[in-house]
């Protein structure tokens, strides 16, 4: 994404809002890719007779999942002041700069 794309993307969040079911919507690609690799895990540990590698890989898949849902409540709780704080009309013109 670029600069334009990132200006489009806060004028939409400044219209809507941040909520954590939202963003995990905006996520779905990344969340699908995080649960395909958890059930192909989850199959190798059963297949190969329980290699511990496996388990990495699964600790591994849900901590970055639920690290990335505790970090979007975090940022959905101060978007409040992130909203008040950002000079919107900077985000405005540099959305327009569509070039």
């Known amino acids: ?3 334009v794309d990132y200006a489009k993307q806060m004028l939409d969040n400044r219209e809507q809002g941040i909520s954590v079911l ?3 919507r905006k996520m779905k690609r990344r ?4 649960l395909f ?3 192909i895990s989850v ?3 059963f297949t190969l007779n329980d290699a511990p590698v496996f388990l990495l890989i699964i600790g591994m898949v849900i901590g970055t999942t639920l690290q990335d849902i505790g970090w979007l409540q975090s940022i959905s709780k ?3 002041f992130t909203a008040k704080v950002i000079n919107w009309n900077q985000v405005t013109e540099i ?4 070039s």
Do not use: G, H, K, T
Request: include cysteine.
């Open 37 to 39: 690799i958890l059930f």
């Open 95 to 98: 959305a327009r700069n569509d």
């Open 43 to 45: 199959a190798c540990y």
């Open 31 to 34: 969340l699908l890719f995080r």
């Open 22 to 24: 939202i963003s995990l």
């Open 78 to 80: 101060a978007w409040p």
């Open 1 to 3: 994404m670029n600069e």
